[in-house]
């Protein structure tokens, strides 16, 4: 099916089983701890050997030995894997540095070796009997240090490196307020529960991986040119996965050891990455340094907007996009964006939860609130006056949805904005200085092609097959509505099988662009049965009504299942998208709002409440979508306050790389969340009228807590996370 003009009345429209409140139907299995991860799969290979990566102690250099002949000699010991025993392999598309190391080393904590055994601690121990000899060279890990090098890069994902609207350097100039800041965003980590793990076995030529993958398809045609085989010889099959976060985008060194230490030892292998190799040896969201410069009129229009943003990457690699927003956001006729990549030999840095807008937001809404301090203005006042309902850089192309003045003005009022004293560090309780903050969120729509597999029994239970994901954001309940929305079912009569890529390929899980993408292919996949099943009970497909499990037309009625009684019917469709996304700006957006607490005496900071109200098309699951919302919000939460990995700027790693070191939020850090849905829809976007909404409820959060803490204490921290030692010494007089 090709979505070519906006959508018009469909059945999803009636909104029987879509846009309700709805548990997760994969919750009881998680609850139960009955859910097949991917290290637990003891049903699918008999007789599995465990796999311990040996990671290297390096981060730029070479291997100048390696003695195996301890580890080999060790008990239980099957097979050690290293770049000298695998035999050719191909770098993956996806992937900046190889998943294998040796003898060059790329980055810290490289696999170089894979110890294989018949039991984990039996691999463990042989793993430390591995004797590698290192001749190390000179890197650089240090992006500051950096950026005279740093150099204009390719386009990353359709998103050009440099815009430039109007005569930028002359408005800013001209303009008679001005703000001109340097804000830095540090390394952060995904931090996700269920580490990078697979299972590989071999029967023959044809290969099995059950793994923790978010994008099934990219990862069989990586492993499929890394070993150099055809893609028709291999299986992903990943029904659920505990975290994602961008972080499981693309194979890691997991899948494809465990793929070569099945082969070596004749038998199928498991790997997980230990945390430390998880936060060194996979992708995290790298490091920026920013430079926003806003110019106004006295009355608070933006006339001048610019953005620039430095950000350090492997050879090979790409920039954190974190002037896409600017190009987008606020109106102002003269504009400049410019990103600019440094070579930096620590770990890949890649996609982690919305890239881009979320450490660009970080930057860009501190400087908006700074702007609205020095005109005197209100920060709500400012944003809706300079909002817009087109592409600053293409005016000629409007929003198809826009309703960021709407966001800013419902939580403005639920949250009451209007007590919030804007001179920053008068209101007190009790030992604790009190500031609220705001700042708007942004995050682009994207639409993927997306196919689905929908089969009817004569019970009248339809099964939905696609090699779609869920990434604990509650794929399998959305796909199911959408399919009993279509043929007119409760939910307890449609199942869904998801991540196997022996089924038709979707979107898959990123970029925000899964929830929208999958169900509108499981809406084509269901247009096409519900077709057959009129041409099978003899009626006409087009005035056909599916419900309560039967199917009507004119004065005929039928069950459902009475299409399926001579055998099963199957139908399978894929949604594929035509220009509308050119013809119109398909965006997300919302407002946070947050109220902190920072003690005066010792400059603890303590978030008391917080709310986001988002504008993200039809939400087909408003449960599940406040849940992502929430976590989203904690994620961001996480970033203001704590979340950074720490840079050995000698030796080239991320020192504390486990969770006693990176610390995230916890229950007490965040007690109390509210999350307002607009009501809205995008038609657009697909059949669904939807857009997603999981990587928004990030963008602005830590920007939104940054500026409550300025508000409380008069201190303005532009260097994240917001510690209380960048606060200390600087807070106003205890009374």
């Known amino acids: 099916m090709k979505f070519e003009t906006p959508a018009t009345t469909n059945p999803i429209d009636q909104l029987k089983v879509v846009g309700k409140p709805t548990n997760r139907i994969d919750g009881p299995l998680k609850t139960t701890g009955t859910a097949p991860y991917a290290y637990e799969r003891h049903d699918v290979a008999a007789n599995q050997a465990y796999g311990f990566v040996v990671g290297a102690a390096i981060a730029k250099g070479r291997i100048a030995s390696m003695n195996l002949a301890d580890a080999k000699a060790a008990p239980g010991v099957l097979a050690v894997v290293t770049a000298d025993n695998a035999g050719k392999l191909t770098k993956g598309d996806f992937n900046t540095a190889k998943l294998l190391g040796g003898p060059a080393i790329d980055h810290y904590h490289q696999a170089i070796a894979l110890v294989v055994a018949e039991s984990f601690e039996q691999a463990r121990a042989a793993a430390a009997l591995v004797r590698v000899e290192y001749a190390r060279s000179k890197g650089n890990y240090d992006l500051a240090a950096a950026l005279d090098g740093a150099a204009k890069p390719a386009a990353s994902f359709g998103v050009e490196p440099d815009t430039a609207i109007g005569n930028f350097a002359g408005a800013f100039a001209e303009a008679p307020v001005q703000i001109d800041a340097r804000y830095t965003t540090p390394d952060h980590s995904h931090a996700m529960m269920e580490p990078h793990a697979s299972i590989a076995a071999w029967e023959g030529d044809k290969l099995t991986v059950w793994t923790s993958n978010q994008m099934i398809a990219w990862s069989v045609g990586d492993m499929a040119k890394t070993l150099g085989i055809p893609k028709e010889n291999i299986r992903f099959d990943s029904p659920y996965i505990g975290g994602g976060f961008g972080g499981k985008l693309f194979n890691r060194a997991d899948a494809l050891l465990a793929v070569l230490g099945a082969k070596a030892a004749g038998r199928p292998v498991k790997v997980a990455l230990a945390r430390p190799l998880m936060i060194n040896n996979t992708t995290h969201r790298p490091a920026t340094i920013q430079r926003v410069r806003l110019g106004a009129t006295a009355e608070g229009k933006i006339t001048a907007i610019g953005h620039q943003s430095w950000s350090g990457d492997l050879p090979g690699g790409g920039p954190e996009t974190a002037v896409a927003q600017t190009r987008l956001l606020y109106a102002g006729e003269n504009r400049m964006t410019a990103m600019r990549l440094a070579v930096l030999d620590l770990p890949e840095g890649n996609a982690m939860r919305a890239p881009g807008e979320a450490p660009g937001l970080m930057a860009l809404e501190i400087a908006v609130d700074e702007l609205a301090e020095k005109l005197g203005m209100d920060p709500i006042a400012l944003r809706i006056l300079n909002d817009t309902q087109v592409d600053p850089e293409k005016p000629e192309r409007r929003f198809s949805q826009r309703q960021l003045g709407e966001c800013l003005t419902v939580g403005g009022e639920k949250f009451g904005w209007a007590k919030r004293n804007a001179k920053p560090g008068l209101v007190r309780d009790g030992r604790w200085l009190v500031g609220m903050g705001v700042a708007a ?187 992502q919302v929430i976590g989203a919000m904690t994620m961001g939460a996480g970033a203001a306050l704590m979340e950074e990995l720490a840079v050995d700027k000698r030796f080239g790693f991320f020192v504390n790389h486990d969770l006693a070191g990176y610390e995230v939020p916890v229950h007490a850090d965040i007690p109390h969340q509210e999350v307002i849905f607009l009501d809205e829809t995008d038609p657009t976007t697909s059949p669904m009228k939807a857009k997603g909404v999981g990587e928004l409820g990030i963008c602005g959060v830590a920007a939104a807590v940054a500026n409550a803490i300025y508000n409380a204490t008069g201190v303005r921290v532009r260097d994240y996370p917001v510690t209380l030692d960048k606060l200390i010494g600087r807070l106003p007089d205890a009374v």
């Not at 169900?519 to 005035?543: I, S």
């Not at 009507?552 to 009475?562: C, E, F, Q, T, V």
Request: aromatic share 6%; glycine share 12%; charged share 20%.
């Open 441 to 627: 969120a942004f995050r682009n729509n994207l639409n993927g092609p997306s196919a689905a597999r929908v089969r009817l029994d004569r019970s009248g239970v339809v099964t939905v097959e696609t090699d779609m994901t869920d990434i604990g954001t509650g794929t399998y309940t959305i796909i199911a509505q959408t399919a009993a929305e279509m043929m007119g079912l409760p939910l307890d009569k449609v199942v869904v099988k998801l991540g196997d890529s022996a089924f038709p390929v979707s979107a898959g899980s990123g970029g925000q662009w899964g929830a929208n993408s999958s169900t509108a292919g499981v809406y084509a996949a269901c247009v096409k049965l519900r077709e057959a099943v009129a041409q099978k009970l003899g009626m006409n497909a087009a005035d056909a009504v599916f419900a309560d499990g039967k199917v009507k037309s004119g004065k005929r009625s039928a069950a459902l299942g009475d299409a399926a009684a001579d055998g099963e019917l199957v139908a399978e469709d894929m949604m594929e998208y035509g220009d509308l996304a050119e013809k119109y700006q398909q965006s997300t957006f919302g407002a946070h709002f947050c109220e902190v607490g920072v003690d005066a005496m010792t400059g603890e900071i303590r978030i008391r409440r917080m709310l986001a109200v988002c504008a993200a098309g039809r939400i087909l699951n408003p449960k599940a979508a406040r849940s």
